[in-house]
């Protein structure tokens, strides 16, 4: 029960109880802040009674008050009441928000300021504090008010609200500025005449799907704008639903997405561009891998010339393509630590496919940077770049081979010009005789090598060779070739060489022999040889011109010819017989394949 002192104290501060605010009164008695009585609103919003907060400290009342407790807001406290006390006058705290329980039980959120003021005694000393609440719901809300329509005028956003049904029933005044719609025009369904044709099915669909549901909405579509043109826009509402759950009113925003959606457009074409290059590149193999030279893309040009797919390769080791003794001396590493120091690493080497082949490639290594992060950025991985040149690496290979052939042809050629010019002044009595020997077997030789440039060098048929050398010689039927059938191939030195004999033998047909006599023959046969070790024989038969006397006494230039060394060198050999009939001729030649030299001599 209250005291009497207790009841007449209380009563000095009946006042108190019209303040609509918790009002305290304390005693200056520091640091506890005695309290003396309190108002109803503040027992209504504590719910506690008189009894359990006279007497008590102030840092054991008030923060319940404010539903916090700590120890840095009772230092706040105590140092607002001892403002008062030595300043004898108001202090006011920080504003708060609060939750206040209603009459009902429920809670409503507040905003309220502590305000301590001095009551002064006769001899001017503070005899005690009035500890009140001032309600700033109000001012907090309004000013909260007034920063979102400054954000709002600001903002290139579109506030807009719909009832229950999705009907629109309020929207922002920015809506016409933009739209050039009118906004009372936009309520209900209006705003349907502002998306894109090609939109608009779509976005109205998706509007009905979220409404039907409860659930939230976002689409993005292009809307109209006031010059004609349309831009991209993003549209995003929620329900606000009762206590009950149903919902009161859908708010909205409309934001306009337009460049970020031009530029994710842009990049989209940009990266399908690239990805089509990558796929259409199929005569390159181009892969990516990380910093571990693990692979993380693979195109089919890689497929196509490696052998694995995509699937198959994907997370596995690059090195795979490298030939074993590569791997082992560390070349992949090499070269990715290469790429990654100067920007790239080109490389010419043997790589092998999943079966097993080998091919010779060209292959350029660099990094993979993001675009955006700056060139100095560190690299996401690597890139290659490879291309299989085999043919064109055989094909060098070939031409050098082919310019050393040309090399030695040449110089053998000029010997044998030589050789010729030196033979043929031995042989000719003056100028112009060698002039007009040594013109023809020039012509005889050029002959030859048309032969052998047809056939690439490689070889020529027995028979072709006789067949384009004496065939010049068959008119009026006295030359017969109709025996010479053997398709031996002979080397290069071997054609050279029996051009020049059957110049030779048919030079001296034509100015000593059976065609120097109209009713001379000569009869040529060229035939596979019945020796186990193979080879081809070619006979010269002359019959029907004049008296061969018997063996020259001097060697003319065709004689030296048929010589064991020329003869030999070429893989021929030779047997001239005078016989009086006539010059009988036989020559015996060995294969390409039997060791013969495929070179002229």
């Not at 199929?282 to 891998?289: G, H, Q, S």
């Not at 198959?312 to 120091?341: F, H, N, T, V």
């Not at 031995?426 to 002959?447: C, E, M, T, V």
């Amino acid at each position: 029960m209250m005291s009497a002192d207790d009841a007449k104290e209380a009563s000095r501060w009946r006042l108190l109880e019209v303040l609509p605010t918790p009002c305290l009164v304390l005693l200056p008695d520091a640091p506890r802040y005695t309290v003396v009585t309190a108002n109803g609103v503040f027992l209504r919003i504590t719910m506690t009674e008189h009894a359990a907060v006279v007497g008590h400290a102030a840092h054991e009342v008030i923060p319940g008050l404010l539903n916090s407790r700590s120890v840095a807001e009772d230092q706040d406290l105590r140092a607002s009441l001892t403002r008062v006390v030595e300043t004898q006058a108001p202090d006011r705290m920080p504003t708060r928000r609060c939750a206040v329980r209603r009459p009902d039980g429920s809670f409503e959120e507040r905003h309220w300021t502590p305000v301590s003021s001095p009551v002064l005694n006769s001899r001017g000393e503070v005899e005690a504090i009035i500890h009140h609440i001032e309600d700033d719901t109000a001012t907090v809300l309004r000013e909260r008010e007034d920063r979102l329509r400054a954000a709002i005028e600001l903002s290139a956003h579109i506030l807009w609200t719909a009832g229950p049904d999705g009907r629109v029933v309020e929207i922002d005044p920015r809506w016409e500025t933009v739209t050039g719609l009118a906004r009372a025009d936009a309520l209900g369904d209006g705003w349907m005449r502002i998306p894109h044709p090609d939109d608009r099915a779509q976005m109205a669909a998706a509007w009905q799907r979220a409404v039907a549901g409860g659930e939230p909405y976002d689409a993005d579509a292009r809307l109209g704008m006031v010059d004609g043109s349309y831009r991209w826009w993003r549209a995003r509402a929620a329900p606000r639903r009762g206590a009950d759950g149903r919902i009161l009113r859908w708010h909205g925003v409309i934001e306009d997405i337009h460049d970020r959606k031009a530029a994710e457009i842009a990049l989209r074409s940009e990266r399908e561009r690239l990805r089509l290059i990558f796929e259409s590149a199929t005569d390159y193999a181009i892969f990516a891998i990380d910093l571990d030279r693990r692979v993380t893309s693979w195109n089919e040009g890689a497929r196509r010339l490696l052998g694995w797919t995509a699937d198959e390769i994907a997370g596995k080791s690059a090195d795979e393509i490298y030939l074993p003794q590569d791997q082992e001396d560390g070349a992949p590493a090499r070269e990715a630590a290469k790429a990654l120091e100067n920007g790239r690493a080109i490389n010419e080497r043997w790589h092998q496919r999943k079966n097993g082949s080998r091919f010779w490639a060209s292959g350029l290594l660099m990094p993979l940077r993001d675009p955006e992060a700056g060139p100095g950025s560190p690299p996401l991985g690597l890139l290659k770049i490879l291309r299989d040149t085999t043919e064109r690496r055989r094909a060098e290979e070939r031409r050098r081979l082919l310019v050393n052939e040309l090399n030695h042809r040449v110089k053998n050629t000029l010997a044998m010009v030589q050789s010729l010019a030196f033979q043929t002044v031995r042989g000719s009595p003056d100028p112009l005789s060698f002039s007009a020997a040594f013109q023809k077997r020039i012509i005889a030789l050029a002959h030859a090598h048309d032969l052998l440039t047809r056939e690439h060098w490689e070889g020529v048929a027995l028979h072709e060779v006789v067949r384009a050398t004496v065939g010049l010689l068959s008119g009026g039927g006295r030359v017969s070739l109709s025996r010479c059938t053997s398709a031996m191939m002979l080397a290069p030195g071997a054609v050279l060489t029996l051009v020049l004999v059957l110049h030779e033998l048919a030079a001296n047909a034509l100015a000593h022999g059976a065609l120097s006599d109209a009713r001379g023959t000569v009869r040529v046969e060229c035939h596979d040889s019945a020796d186990d070790g193979g080879g081809a024989v070619v006979e010269w038969l002359e019959r029907g011109g004049p008296v061969v006397p018997g063996s020259p006494a001097r060697r003319g230039f065709g004689l030296r010819l048929l010589g064991k060394g020329i003869m030999g060198a070429a893989g021929m050999a030779a047997e001239i017989r005078f016989e009086p009939e006539g010059i009988h001729c036989i020559l015996r030649l060995r294969p390409l394949s039997a060791g013969a030299d495929t070179r002229p001599t």
